[in-house]
Structures are given as structure tokens and as C-alpha cells.
């Protein structure tokens, strides 16, 4: 069956860490990859997505990721965090690709606390 | 404004009975889900629709149901069958091609005492 596998349950950082968040998936076909973040009391937000071209994507608030094929990997990445940043982060993978696949699975999610 | 609803925000019912978590989207989006989101465990994936009258089991279906008699409308049926079905419920849409981001509900926390 497919999943997702975040391998952090909680990261807590102090503000300017870097940031490295690990998502792997289980599915030899083609995906399409996204990273969500729930900031506490809110809804789920995008903050990136890959479905073709450059593996290194580019997301919002200096968020970014590299997808790996040869690893079924989608680790997020951030050079220097913010208090602002603690939020809930969520890996997704869509199972099939753009056109054919309607499959969205998350991962478990990765707590992410910053301290001031 | 587009977006999707869902109603109510808090449910309370008996162990035994069955409940329907309503789930209405004016986006005009083709595919609706169901998650489950429980601390620790993420975002499980309930059941899934790409089209009117077609919808298909995620990963965590059993002791639940669905209909999509209407692009709009996406409700979910918790039966006495699902063992453990207090939880927090999110709905959300998204627009074909897939790799388009998902557009979430407020959800609704289901309480079954």
C-alpha cells in the first residue's frame, strides 16, 4: 500500500536554525509532492508542491524542498527559522501523478516548535 | 466568496448511532475528500471522489460511508461499525489536473460517548 513516512514527530529549534524536515513515500509510479503547514488554530496551507521539471522547488515565507527520486524522498528545508515557523508540518504525496491520479495521502506530520 | 463548509462544528451522539458530516464546496472543484485527523497520526485518508457518482476507499474506509449525488456535495456517514470515531473530521476539494493544491474545510470534531 502507499504511504508517507515523516520521520520527526517534534523538532524544536532555536530562532536562525536550519531546518530540515524528512518525508519519504512508498510508490514506484509517478507523484506529485506537496509540503503543508497548519500554524496552530488555523487551517491547512500549501506551502509547496512538485509535479515536474527543477527537483528543488521553491515554496513561500523562504520555505524550499528537493525531490529525490532514487530515495522517494521530499525533505522540506529552511536556512534560518523564525518564532513564526511553529506550526504542524505535513507531507503529502498524490498517487498517480497530475492527470490520472486523484489519491492525495499525508504524512503523520511534523511538529515544529521555535524558541524565541 | 468560494469555499467549502462544513457543518457542524461540533457533533455529539451516542455509541450505536449512526451520523452524516455535511460537506458543501462552490468551487466548482471535480474532486472532494474525507480525512481523519488524529494527534500523532496525521491526515488518514477516509474516502475520495474525482467525480459525480464515483468515489473510491482511502485507507482508513471501514465503519464509514459516502454518497456524490451532486459536484457540490460530499457527505460522510459514520456508522456504529467504526470502532473508534471520535475524531476531528476535515473535508477539502481540489481542481483537476492533480498536482493543484487542496482547498480544506473548517472541519467538524465528532464526539460519540
Known amino acids: 500500500a502507499q504511504s508517507v513516512s515523516q520521520h520527526n514527530h517534534h523538532v524544536i529549534l532555536s530562532e536562525a536554525a536550519s531546518l530540515e524536515l524528512g518525508c519519504n513515500y512508498s510508490?514506484?509510479?509517478?507523484?506529485?509532492l506537496f509540503w503543508y503547514v497548519q500554524y496552530p488554530g488555523q487551517h491547512l496551507q500549501l506551502l509547496l508542491k512538485y509535479f515536474s521539471g527543477d527537483p528543488l522547488v521553491k515554496g513561500i515565507k523562504g520555505f524550499e524542498a528537493e525531490f529525490i527520486k532514487s530515495k522517494f524522498s521530499f525533505n522540506l528545508r529552511k536556512p534560518s527559522v523564525q518564532w513564526s515557523d511553529t506550526a504542524e508540518y505535513f507531507c503529502?504525496?498524490?498517487?498517480?501523478?497530475?492527470?490520472?491520479?486523484?489519491?492525495?495521502?499525508f504524512g503523520q506530520g511534523t511538529e515544529l516548535s521555535v524558541k524565541p | 466568496d468560494g469555499g467549502i463548509t462544513q457543518s457542524p462544528k461540533y457533533l455529539f451522539r451516542k455509541e450505536g448511532q449512526n451520523v452524516t458530516l455535511s460537506c458543501e464546496q462552490n468551487l466548482n472543484h471535480d474532486a472532494m475528500y474525507w480525512y481523519r485527523q488524529d494527534p500523532g497520526q496525521g491526515l488518514r485518508l477516509i474516502y475520495y471522489?474525482?467525480?459525480?457518482?464515483?468515489?473510491q476507499k482511502g485507507d482508513i474506509a471501514e465503519g464509514y460511508s459516502v454518497s456524490r449525488e451532486k459536484k457540490e456535495s460530499f457527505p460522510l456517514t459514520v456508522t456504529s461499525a467504526q470502532k473508534n470515531p471520535t475524531a476531528f473530521y476535515l473535508c477539502a476539494s481540489r481542481e483537476h489536473p492533480y498536482n493543484s493544491p487542496l482547498h480544506f474545510g473548517n472541519g467538524t470534531r465528532l464526539t460519540v460517548t
Open positions: 510508490y514506484g509510479g509517478t507523484v506529485n
Open positions: 503529502a504525496v498524490n498517487v498517480g501523478g497530475y492527470n490520472q491520479g486523484g489519491k492525495l495521502i
Open positions: 471522489s474525482q467525480i459525480v457518482n464515483d468515489f
